[in-house]
């Protein structure tokens, strides 16, 4: 069954770093996702991705964040200036077309910034 | 961020039991409602979506909508230890961006 991947599964980097975390949707989906989770709080939306491009971002994807579809298969997720906290799981989903909003998320990348 | 509440309170139960989680929302945008399930180490995984007040079944799973009350519901027939996970609800509005629960952890005991 084909899944979401996302490297690595944990980042330790130090403050004033610059991250970068990988995704790889599913192959034949559309729209791309990131989301994180600070420890003990809910799952938060960053960013959506379509047609090589942001369709919408939260409040929280300033201009320290940025996203990228450098080919065809990989999503990534660029931290500028880490901060601490930044320290969070980051997670990456897909979805296939519109519709239902059937978002498929990969095992998250946690990151830890010191 | 108070759009869903979720209680986060752990709930223990044993095997065969029913589980009842269940979630509030105050933005009436929301379109579609949502259940995922979450392991350890894992990210979250859907289980279940409806879209209108009701009842949707699948198998074990019912999940139960209210729009009037913006209350939407969970229910878990004939638990089994392999349910031991985090449930979140998660309500989708704007360009298809999901709000998400704080989540319960489930864990059934054998």
């Known amino acids: 069954e084909p899944e979401v991947t996302q490297t690595p599964s944990h980042q330790v980097t130090q403050m004033g770093q610059e991250v970068i975390l990988r995704c790889v949707p599913i192959?034949?989906?559309?729209?791309f996702y990131w989301y994180r989770q600070i420890l003990g709080q809910k799952v938060e939306f960053l960013v959506s991705?379509?047609?090589?491009?942001?369709?919408?971002k939260s409040e929280i994807f300033d201009d320290q964040f940025s996203v990228e579809r450098p080919d065809g298969s990989n999503f990534t997720l660029k931290i500028r200036s880490t901060k601490l906290e930044d320290s969070a799981m980051y997670f990456c989903?897909?979805?296939?077309?519109?519709?239902?909003?059937?978002?498929?998320f990969g095992p998250g990348t946690r990151l830890t910034v010191l | 961020q108070k759009e869903v509440e979720q209680d986060p309170g752990p709930l223990s139960v044993p095997e065969g039991a029913i589980v009842s989680l269940n979630c509030t929302y105050s933005?009436?945008?929301?379109?579609?409602f949502m259940w995922y399930r979450q392991y350890s180490r894992k990210g979250p995984e859907l289980l279940m979506y409806?879209?209108?007040?009701g009842n949707k079944e699948d198998g074990r799973f019912t999940a139960q909508v209210d729009k009037s009350s913006k209350y939407i519901s969970l229910f878990i027939r004939d638990s089994q230890p392999s349910d031991s996970a985090t449930y979140l609800c998660?309500?989708?509005?704007?360009?298809?961006?999901?709000?998400f629960g704080k989540g319960n952890q489930v864990v059934v005991i054998p």
């Open positions: 989903a897909s979805r296939k077309r519109e519709g239902p909003n059937e978002q498929f």
């Open positions: 192959s034949n989906h559309l729209y």
């Open positions: 991705f379509y047609n090589n491009e942001i369709s919408e």
């Open positions: 933005n009436s945008a929301f379109q579609y």
């Open positions: 409806t879209y209108s007040s």
């Open positions: 998660a309500m989708v509005y704007g360009n298809n961006r999901l709000a």
